[in-house]
Every structure is written in C-alpha cells, then in structure tokens.
C-alpha cells in the first residue's frame, strides 16, 4: 500500500509560518508512530496569483482531487484587494471547495479550559463549550447563478442568487445527524424560513431526514435567533446545521466565543473516494492575518488542530488525532502562549515555532 | 394644525401587552405636556390573519400610508406556523416596510448601565456601549425576485435572490453617514464583497457616498469578521451600516450584548412626506414571545422606547425623547424590573403595567 498522500497549500499571510509547524508535527508521526504520508506543497491564494495569474492553478486543482487530503493555510491579503472579482485570492478556495464537492464544512467551536477567561464572554457562559457547526459549503449564494453586477435602466444592480436543492440540503443534514450520533445527539438547523422560501425548503428537507434518527432530538430556529443564543447561552447548542451563508457568519460568531480564534480548526469533507475515505480539506478557522504575518507571532494550534481533523475524518486515526488533542491542551494547560493568547498578565509570549515545538515535546 | 396622527398596530403576542403601557405614556404626554396625538389602532400579523385571512389588510395598509407614524408591537406565534408562506404574520411587517418604502431601519444597540452585568459578556467589554446598526430594509433577498420553490429535473429547488440598485445602497448608507454625523463620526461598513458581487457594488457605492462625509470615518468589514469583533470589542463601533439579511442577523447579535432584548428599540424611516415628516414605522426588536404572552411578565420598556425614537424622528421632540428615555434609565436604577431583567438576586419582578407605571412616575 502506498502511504496516504497529503497536498499542503499553505497559501498568503501567516498560512506558511503555520504550516511549517503542522510539517514538523506531521514528520513526527512519520518518524515515532509510523504514520508515514507522501507530503506534497502547491500555491493558492495571492501566492498563486503572482506566479500564475489565478488563484489557484488547473495543476493544482487536478492534483487536489488525486490526494487523500488536502490541508490549507490561509488565503488573501490587502495586497490583492485592489485584484478583480474573479482571480481575488478567496476564488482559489472556493474553487476547491466547489470542484471537490466539499458540501459539508466542520467548525467545532470548543472552549479549552486554560483559556476559559481569555473570551470577551462570561466564564460560565463558555467554559466547558463544546459545539460543531456543520456549514453547507458547495451552493447558496456563494455560488448561485445569476450573479454579477448588471446595468438596469441608467443605474447598476449587484445580484446574487440563494439556490439549494432538495439533494445539496440532505447530503449536508445527514452528515449533521450523523455526527450528532456521535455526540451530544442534538441537532439545531438554523435558517429563515419566516422570509426565505429557501428557507422553508430547507427546514422541511431537515424534517425529512431527521426522521432516519430517531434519537437525535432536531429543533429549528430562525439564524437571527440563532446568532442571538450563541451570544446568550451557547452551550445549548450540540450540532448547528446551516447553510453557506448563515454558516460563514455564525460560525465565526460562535468562533469568537471560545475567545481563541487561533485555535479553532475546520474539516471541509465531501463524498467517499474510491479508496473509501471522504474528499477533504482542512484548513484553520482564522484568516491570513497580513498584520502579524512575517513576525513568528501566530498561533499554529488551529492548524494543528486542523490535522487532528485529518488524522481522524481521513486517516481513521482516531486515537492519534486525540493524541495530538491532548498535546495541545497539555502545552495550554502548562502555560505556553502565542501572543494572541495572552491576558495581561506578564507572562512571555512564545513564537510560532517554539509553540510547534512545545507541541512536539508533549507528544 | 390638526394633531399629528399615530396608527397603532399591536400585533400579536406580547404586542397588544407591552403596546398598553404605550398607550399610558402617550396619554401622559398629551395631558402633561400638551403633546395630542391622534391615535387609531388596526390589526396586523396573526391578529389581522384571524380576521381577513390576511396578515395585513389593505385598508390599514392605507391608513399607515397616511399617518405620521405606525407603532407597531410584535408579529408571529405558533399558532401560526402552518399558515401558507404568503400569509404568514411576518409578511404583513414586511408589505409595511416595503409599500412605505422605508429603508433605513435605525437599531440602538446601548447598554444600561444599571444593567451591565446583566449581559452574558464581561462587563468591561460592554460597559457603556452605544451603537448604532443601520440596517436596509425594502430590499436585498428579503424582496428580491425570482424566488420560490421550483421543481428542476425531479426535485424542488429552493431560490431567493439577493439584488441591491446602486440607489438603494445610496440612499441606506445616506441615512447612516448622516447619524453618523450626529454621533461618533464613524460609520463601518458590512457585506461580504469577497464572494459576493451584490457585495461589491455595496462597497462600491458607500465609499462613493462616503465622499460627501469628510469628518466621517468610513471602514469596510466582512460581514462574518463583523459578528466576530461585535462578540470581540463591540465598543470599536459607532455606526454600523449594512444590508437587510446582514443587518437582520448582525443587529440581534448586536441587541443581545446588551443582555435586554427587552430593551430595545427600533425605528424605520422612509421618504420625507409632504409634511416633512419621514415615513415611519417605530417597532421593540423583540419578536412577540409566546411563551411568556398573555401573563403580564413582558418588559414594556422597547416599546416604550421605540416611541421615544418616534418622539425624536417624526415629531421633531428631541428634548421629550430625552425626557422619556432618561425616565426609564431613572426607572432601572431605582432597581424596577420585569421578570426578564432579574439576575438571580432575589429582586421581586414587576408586571408589564407597573413597569409603565414606574416610567410613567419617573417622568
Ligand atoms: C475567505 C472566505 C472566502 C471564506 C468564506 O466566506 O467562506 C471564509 O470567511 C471562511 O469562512 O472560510
Ligand atoms: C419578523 C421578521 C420578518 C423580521 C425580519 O427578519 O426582518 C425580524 O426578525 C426583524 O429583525 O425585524
């Protein structure tokens, strides 16, 4: 058997700085566990842009669909905003995202214990959250035809079209339901069926494939409400299911929750390969931060984290991927912090690779 | 000069409940401080369904075309979920916003101060905050056609259309640079002009807007950044500007930092009439509360405060606004609460109308 292959893209910003320690920790497990992987390295994102002129290169797309997972860095910068719509950075992303079919996008939103007062919110509110926010993430508005910014009597309209069909909404409840079972067996679908008749197609497609797990309690609730419980009394909540759009926005919400928006990983997943393991991407929550991008400042922890995801959505390596997970909660418990994670309380911050290698060390 | 008119349209819920005490406070200004009103009342939402099987009839769509200002409660119940999409309640506060054109939709998000520690966020974070979402109200994907569940090959399909002229951007984000202008001098705007062309234009045209607001402060955000700094800083903001899906979701995030959905109001403004007065529809941000309707335990205060926003927009009153809004602040430091309001101290909860009462003593 050849061993599993893995392309990285580190992409623009601080996604290389954190990249290198995922390398490390990945050589790691090649050399004490025997978890070997054929690792190859692409550009997306600006990186891309300024080699190729696109975001993300047909090369690369191709090769992306050959490997048994794809991790990512970080996409985009200032230093392509000024680019048009069609090559910005975030194009090369979404173009993964589409053309493997990734519809169902994992953000777990966990609280760590030695960060609970590091959240703008209250200790009790957070401590202890642990939610999974299952985004759809191949159709909606992200992707719906027509789109475009048209001209219309004497004046210019922008137009995006919400589109899902019945079959984009199931593939991605079920793999909500799915995960519920192993969980806290709760699932709220969030969407606005009082204005969208999206909406309402959406909750009833939920309905319907809810009934397939019966010991998965399903509530439904309007996103406006939604963002206003995550705020209120998150921990509520086990699995959110939502589509592209409410997705992006709520799951960033729920992010900022756990005050620690360096840590969070995401698992992009799709349908099963030949070999049977699912299409994926993993990437980290956070963006390229170009502010902080250069200086050894970043946390590498969400990319890590991220391919603990790999190790356990794409490598069946469950135990390994808690190995990891336990690492890292060991290093926060022990004190180490990236300069995000530092309350004002004197303690020095560590770089982005010493973070890696403390990782390392509690391995 | 006749009086100016009021229509009042308490809807469903606790609308008819916290609507009450409105009615109090409006006679009070009418006998204490020679402020008459002409006040008529009209079904709207389920209460106008039960009647007309129409959320909103066409005659009181007339009548609110024809006063100086609606005051509305709330909209929606259970009892209503199974009512076919175009007559659902909530369709009848949306034939209002759109038929009275009223575009800007202003949301206070302002923290008491006697009740900062009444929010689920420390208290340093939210402490003292003030501001302002300016929301677009008659357009976006709320109203945008084609939309509608469609059949396709052999499923439905689920489609809305988001869609923004640039006018109707301009004339939002007018509305906003001008508050603005009145308060913080700071206006950050929010879409997601990096999948989105509809987001595109948006920035497009604030910026262009912005031009004629020199001492304002214009920043862009995306929208999903957004939800992440009103959890992180939300004391960063003064005004916020955004669109009708955006502002809907970004605003009960925004009111739920303050710990008081209770609390707060909102207006929304259209056109200057021939009077010189804008169109106006004043509403709580709260929605109708079944739970609690009917009990004499909702928190009057929103309502009674999105009358003080009418007292200031429509009827040029700014100093009674000021009157009646510092009643209220008098009202909860003097430790009066509905049951919403109670942290676990003991404090014996008020009844809806003791509590406008209370303002009403206070005043
Ligand atoms: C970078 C951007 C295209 C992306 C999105 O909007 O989906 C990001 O915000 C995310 O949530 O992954
Ligand atoms: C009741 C509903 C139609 C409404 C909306 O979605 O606009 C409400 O959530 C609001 O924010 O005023």
Request: aromatic share 12%; hydrophobic share 30%; proline share 9%.
């Given at each position: 058997m050849p061993n599993p292959s893995i392309l990285i893209l580190p992409g623009d910003g601080i996604g290389p700085e954190v990249m290198a320690e995922v390398r490390k920790i990945i050589a790691w497990f090649g050399d004490?566990?025997?978890?070997?992987f054929d690792v190859s390295e692409d550009l997306v994102g600006g990186a891309a842009y300024d080699k190729?002129?696109?975001?993300?290169?047909d090369e690369t797309m191709a090769k992306a669909q050959e490997v048994d997972a794809v991790l990512l860095g970080a996409v985009g910068g200032p230093a392509y905003d000024g680019l048009d719509f069609s090559v910005k950075p975030e194009r090369g992303l979404l173009r993964l995202r589409k053309e493997m079919d990734l519809y169902s996008n994992l953000r777990p939103a966990q609280c760590f214990d030695a960060l609970?007062?590091?959240?703008?919110?209250k200790k009790d509110i957070v401590a202890g959250l642990d939610i999974m926010i299952v985004r759809e993430l191949t159709?909606?508005?992200?992707?719906?035809?027509?789109r475009g910014i048209i001209e219309e009597g004497n004046e210019r309209v922008g137009i995006n079209t919400q589109r899902y069909t019945e079959s984009e909404i199931e593939r991605a409840a079920r793999s909500a339901f799915e995960l519920a079972m192993r969980r806290g067996k709760k699932v709220c679908s969030m969407e606005k069926a009082n204005v969208m008749e999206s909406g309402i197609l959406w909750r009833e497609v939920v309905t319907r494939v809810g009934k397939d797990y019966p010991e998965v309690g399903l509530s439904h609730m309007y996103a406006d409400n939604g963002a206003m419980q995550l705020v209120r009394a998150?921990?509520?909540?086990?699995v959110i299911l939502t589509d592209n759009l409410f997705g992006d926005i709520l799951s960033d919400c729920a992010a900022m929750l756990t005050g620690s928006l360096g840590m969070l990983p995401s698992a992009s997943l799709g349908a099963p390969m030949e070999n049977g393991r699912p299409k994926a991407l993993y990437e980290p929550v956070?963006?390229?931060?170009?502010?902080?991008?250069?200086?050894?400042?970043?946390?590498?922890i969400a990319c890590i984290l991220s391919f603990a995801m790999a190790l356990r959505?794409?490598?069946?390596q469950g135990a390994e991927a808690d190995r990891l997970e336990a690492a890292v909660e060991k290093v926060l418990a022990d004190g180490v912090r990236t300069a995000d994670l530092l309350?004002?309380?004197?303690v020095e911050p560590v770089s982005t690779s010493q973070m890696g290698d403390a990782v390392i060390t509690a391995l």
């Open positions: 004490k566990r025997g978890l070997r190729h002129r696109l975001p993300l290169a609970a007062d590091f959240s703008s919110l159709s909606g508005v992200y992707f719906g035809e027509p998150p921990k509520q909540f086990d956070h963006g390229s931060a170009p502010d902080i991008a250069g200086q050894g400042k970043a946390n590498p959505y794409s490598f069946d309350a004002s309380e004197g």
